[in-house]
């Protein structure tokens, strides 16, 4: 059996090893992780800590359902999804923000790699149809430290009772976002909260949770949510991020209907330059859309949210997993493909046309339709309102071809260099300083009153005094049972 090594050295150089272990009948994944761990200790004593093992497939299992008939790929959409036009507005951006868990469920077969949970298991049972297994390796937690520890290399400012909770300000598939204080240092940060019990029914919810926990821990950049500090309790995963006191972009173009043309380019920069950032680092994100660019407190963006995010990306990587949500779904991604850096570039146009119309680009009251639309390759409509400049850009972003599509070359630059950008100093929009182009700055000013800035279907939700008091939830939840730390994912506390 072959178990893939890849990490990064101290020079910065990704090193690959590939380990060949001879099995006998029987032997589980636990015995090939303690293999693997002591071979590369031995051969590779550089090579950070390796906490478990992926299956990994060369050849990702396509949905039946879009075999030989990629344009007929929405007719398998649940009633729900594809009733779509009997929605009222907040429901229908529900459905284009968190999609359809049939019809997500009816076009995937499973992720591109699968993570290994149960290491009791023999190897033959694990691998399944799989040809070989890949090395997980623990974050290093060089890049968090200064943020983590004190002066003198303690967490001990960082323990989990020094949290009170303000309030709820999110809520999803995966948990809860709380607003918290953390009282030694008097910062408000976001933490999001996640149940063991709820991330182990699926082996893909927790592979999402370590993804976006590695992710996030090396990721610095001024319109992308930073992460602080990260701990589990017996019942639940904690990661305490940066809050973002002027709430989600879609609360505020709920609010307004839609954005001018001006300020949506403002938002359309920052998010551009984050997306530029998060490419460099070899992260596809594969969930950009208006609820996951939140507005810090002065109303600049920070991108949040990689749990659908793939890392350690090539320019010419494609995967044919089914992600994402519904209302920002690319051509390639609903046909199986192949999709890479360009799937980004798809979404940022959906979230430009958005910005600019309240509405999502081939959408007309009917979900079915829509994706039909964009598999088929059909060009959408543009209101009047939209300048000719900003259609021409809107067309290259959303051109079905992810090969012809702009950005697809020469990545962000090719955006930068469009006609309706042309009058934007870049550097000024890093530095997040003023400039004539952008005549509201910034087009959203957050209320002081922070709760105001938040959908109340959150914020009215109830919480627990603070963060101890998740666990105690799950004490007196009858039939929860405690589960074992998740190995890398960070120190473990017992509230």
Same mark, same amino acid.
């Given at each position: 059996?072959?178990?893939?090594?890849?990490?990064? !050295?101290?020079?910065?150089?990704?090193?690959?090893?590939?380990?060949?272990?001879?099995?006998?009948?029987? !032997?589980?994944?636990? &015995?090939?992780?303690?293999?693997?761990?002591? =071979?590369?200790? =031995?051969?590779?004593?550089?090579?950070?800590?390796?906490?478990?093992?992926?299956?990994?497939?060369?050849?990702?299992?396509?949905?039946?359902?879009?075999?030989?008939?990629?344009?007929?790929?929405?007719?398998?959409?649940?009633?729900?999804?594809?009733?779509?036009?009997?929605?009222?507005?907040? *429901?229908?951006?529900?459905?284009?923000?968190?999609?359809?868990?049939?019809?997500?469920?009816?076009?995937?077969?499973?992720?591109?790699? $699968?993570?290994?949970?149960?290491?009791?298991?023999?190897?033959?049972?694990?691998?399944?149809?799989?040809?070989?297994?890949?090395?997980?390796?623990?974050?290093?937690?060089?890049?968090?430290?200064?943020?983590?520890?004190?002066?003198?290399?303690?967490? =001990?400012?960082?323990?989990?009772?020094?949290?009170?909770?303000?309030?709820?300000?999110?809520?999803?598939?995966?948990?809860?976002?709380?607003?918290?204080?953390?009282?030694?240092?008097?910062?408000?940060?976001?933490?999001?909260?996640?149940?063991?019990?709820? @991330?182990?029914? *699926?082996?893909?919810?927790?592979?999402?949770?370590?993804?976006?926990?590695?992710?996030?821990?090396?990721? =610095?950049?001024?319109?992308?949510?930073?992460?602080? &500090?990260?701990?589990?309790? $017996?019942?639940?995963?904690?990661?305490?991020?940066?809050?973002?006191?002027?709430?989600?972009?879609?609360?505020?173009?709920?609010?307004?209907?839609?954005?001018?043309?001006?300020?949506?380019?403002?938002?359309?920069?920052?998010?551009?330059?984050?997306?530029?950032?998060?490419?460099?680092? *070899?992260? @596809?994100?594969?969930?950009?859309?208006?609820?996951?660019?939140?507005?810090?407190?002065?109303?600049?963006?920070?991108?949040?949210?990689?749990?659908? $995010?793939?890392?350690?990306?090539?320019?010419?990587?494609?995967?044919?997993?089914?992600?994402?949500?519904?209302?920002?779904?690319?051509?390639?991604?609903?046909?199986?493909?192949?999709?890479?850096?360009?799937?980004?570039?798809?979404?940022?146009?959906?979230?430009?046309?958005?910005?600019?119309?309240?509405?999502?680009?081939?959408?007309?009251?009917?979900?079915?339709?829509?994706?039909?639309?964009?598999?088929?390759?059909?060009?959408?409509?543009?209101?009047? &309102?939209?300048?000719?400049?900003?259609?021409?850009?809107?067309?290259?972003?959303?051109?079905?071809?992810?090969?012809?599509?702009?950005? $697809?070359?020469?990545?962000?630059?090719?955006?930068?260099?469009?006609?309706?950008?042309?009058?934007?100093? &870049?550097?000024?929009?890093?530095?997040?300083?003023?400039?004539?182009?952008?005549?509201?700055?910034?087009?959203?000013?957050?209320?002081?009153?922070?709760?105001?800035?938040?959908?109340?279907?959150?914020?009215? *939700?109830?919480?627990?005094?603070?963060?101890?008091?998740?666990?105690?939830?799950?004490?007196?939840?009858?039939?929860?049972?405690?589960?074992?730390?998740?190995?890398?994912?960070?120190?473990?506390?017992?509230?």
């Amino acid at each position: 059996i072959r178990v893939l090594a890849r990490f990064e !050295a101290e020079d910065g150089v990704e090193l690959q090893q590939d380990l060949i272990f001879d099995v006998k009948p029987g !032997a589980t994944a636990g &015995w090939l992780l303690s293999r693997t761990i002591e =071979r590369l200790q =031995r051969e590779r004593p550089e090579a950070p800590h390796i906490i478990g093992l992926k299956v990994l497939n060369s050849q990702p299992k396509a949905s039946s359902l879009l075999m030989g008939h990629p344009p007929a790929v929405a007719a398998a959409a649940c009633g729900a999804l594809c009733a779509g036009e009997a929605l009222k507005t907040r *429901q229908e951006h529900a459905f284009g923000r968190d999609g359809c868990m049939n019809f997500a469920a009816a076009l995937s077969s499973g992720g591109d790699d $699968s993570l290994v949970l149960d290491y009791t298991k023999p190897l033959e049972e694990v691998l399944g149809n799989g040809d070989a297994f890949e090395a997980v390796f623990e974050v290093p937690a060089d890049p968090l430290s200064a943020a983590f520890q004190g002066n003198n290399g303690s967490s =001990r400012d960082h323990r989990i009772e020094d949290f009170d909770i303000i309030r709820v300000v999110g809520a999803g598939g995966s948990g809860r976002v709380i607003q918290a204080l953390h009282k030694p240092s008097g910062h408000m940060r976001a933490v999001k909260v996640m149940s063991k019990a709820r @991330l182990f029914q *699926q082996e893909q919810r927790l592979q999402r949770v370590i993804t976006e926990k590695r992710i996030l821990a090396r990721l =610095r950049h001024p319109f992308v949510v930073s992460l602080h &500090w990260a701990f589990q309790t $017996s019942t639940h995963l904690f990661l305490v991020l940066d809050f973002c006191g002027g709430g989600e972009l879609f609360f505020h173009m709920l609010q307004r209907g839609r954005f001018e043309e001006r300020d949506a380019m403002f938002y359309f920069c920052e998010i551009l330059l984050g997306l530029e950032y998060l490419h460099s680092q *070899q992260v @596809l994100y594969r969930d950009l859309k208006p609820e996951n660019c939140l507005l810090d407190d002065e109303g600049h963006i920070r991108l949040t949210d990689f749990g659908l $995010s793939k890392d350690n990306l090539t320019q010419s990587a494609l995967f044919t997993s089914f992600v994402g949500t519904a209302g920002y779904l690319s051509p390639e991604m609903v046909a199986r493909q192949g999709h890479g850096f360009p799937l980004d570039y798809y979404c940022l146009g959906c979230l430009l046309y958005c910005l600019l119309t309240g509405s999502l680009p081939h959408y007309d009251g009917d979900y079915k339709a829509m994706i039909q639309r964009r598999v088929r390759g059909e060009p959408c409509a543009f209101p009047p &309102w939209i300048s000719h400049a900003g259609q021409d850009l809107l067309k290259g972003l959303l051109l079905p071809d992810p090969n012809e599509r702009i950005g $697809s070359q020469r990545g962000a630059i090719e955006v930068k260099e469009h006609p309706w950008l042309c009058e934007v100093d &870049w550097t000024r929009v890093y530095r997040r300083e003023e400039q004539r182009c952008f005549p509201n700055f910034p087009p959203v000013r957050p209320k002081r009153e922070t709760a105001a800035n938040f959908a109340s279907e959150f914020t009215a *939700q109830p919480a627990p005094e603070d963060l101890r008091g998740f666990s105690r939830e799950t004490a007196e939840a009858a039939g929860i049972p405690k589960h074992p730390p998740v190995e890398g994912f960070s120190q473990v506390s017992n509230p």
